[in-house]
Nanobody
Framework: QVQLVESGGGLVQAGGSLRLSCAAS????????MAWYRQAPDSQREWVGS???????DYADSVKGRFTISRDNAKNTMYLQMNSLKPEDTAVYYC?????????WGQGTQVTVSS
């Protein structure tokens, strides 16, 4: 059973920083691509960025230059470093992976950015 558990969310002022973590269990973490998504109130879930098993990084234009994704395969953990946060970054952040036709989501962690 694959489990993804996010942590690190909270309340921060605009311009501040947060680092989210996504701990994975039940899978060979290093073998799979991982991603972050977010969902703001009354909005659809949107892709934030991805990190491939080989380390390739891709980001949504809205976070490029401010957010950085990394992974520590020894700890089975993915990170999302968020800098220069804006009120529009307020959302529940989810980590995600998929393999062998199955999709896995964490429970989400709330990030609130005050103006």
């Amino acid at each position: 059973q694959v489990q993804l558990v996010e942590s690190g969310g909270g309340l921060v002022q605009a311009g501040g920083s947060l680092r989210l973590s996504c701990a994975a269990s039940g899978t060979i973490f290093r073998s799979y691509d991982m991603a972050w998504y977010r969902q703001a109130p009354d909005s659809q879930r949107e892709w934030v960025g991805s990190i491939g098993s080989g380390g390739r990084l891709d980001y949504a234009d809205s976070v490029k230059g401010r957010f950085t994704i990394s992974r520590d395969n020894a700890k089975n953990t993915m990170y999302l470093q968020m800098n220069s946060l804006k009120p529009e970054d307020t959302a529940v952040y989810y980590c995600y992976t998929a393999f062998f036709g199955s999709h896995y989501w964490g429970q989400g962690t709330q990030v609130t950015v005050s103006s």
